[in-house]
């Protein structure tokens, strides 16, 4: 499935699933975004790595423009402590520094989050920028946390309008500090 955003003098916005032969430039893509944020563990590579190899990406998707892969978003299956079921986490999201605030990372978060509603998710949550995730609809819940992140910067975003309560884990992949090693997870 592909969706292609117009955008005006720029050129289109090709947003698509992952393909085998996009695993580098993603890594690419992602090293790149993350360089220079001071907030970053730069290890956000990794993660994507980590959740590919344990099977648990439900959404990867890049953006392209003129054929060059120049964005990327990752969602996957979150655990909630009330034992909600079909919620998922976004991130990490990467645009190319030459890239950024041209649109493409609020386009893939707008295609990643209607493939998937098309998929009976129930909601998507997340930790980020204030300012940025709000104009998604993304909220902060009152009773719905993410152990060592302030609630300022934790997020949700209901599919079906109601909220979990509880506590939220990430798939383990998000503790990789370094490459995949053959039969592990990279974790420290």
């Not at 393909?19 to 993603?26: E, K, L, P, Q, R």
């Not at 999201?93 to 998929?119: N, T």
């Amino acid at each position: 499935m592909r969706a292609v955003v117009e955008q005006d003098a720029s050129p289109a916005i090709v947003i698509r699933s992952e393909s085998d032969a996009d695993v580098g430039a993603i890594t690419d893509v992602t090293v790149a975004a993350f360089e220079t944020l001071e907030i970053s563990s730069h290890t956000e590579q990794f993660v994507i790595e980590a959740l590919r190899a344990a099977n648990v990406l439900t959404l990867s998707l890049v953006a392209e423009v003129d054929g060059q892969v120049v964005g990327h978003i990752a969602f996957s299956p979150v655990a909630i402590s009330d034992g909600t079921i079909d919620w998922y986490g976004l991130g990490p999201v990467s645009v190319l520094p030459q890239y950024q605030r041209e649109g493409i990372g609020k386009a893939l978060i707008r295609e990643g989050l209607s493939r998937l509603k098309a998929l009976n998710a129930r909601g998507c949550c997340l930790a980020g920028h204030p300012q940025y995730y709000r104009q998604f609809g993304f909220e902060t819940i009152p009773g719905l946390v993410l152990e060592g992140v302030p609630q300022e910067v934790f997020f949700a975003l209901s599919f079906d309008g109601r909220f979990p309560r509880g506590t939220v884990t990430f798939h383990e992949g998000f503790k990789a500090a370094g490459p995949q090693a053959r039969g592990g997870m990279g974790l420290q």
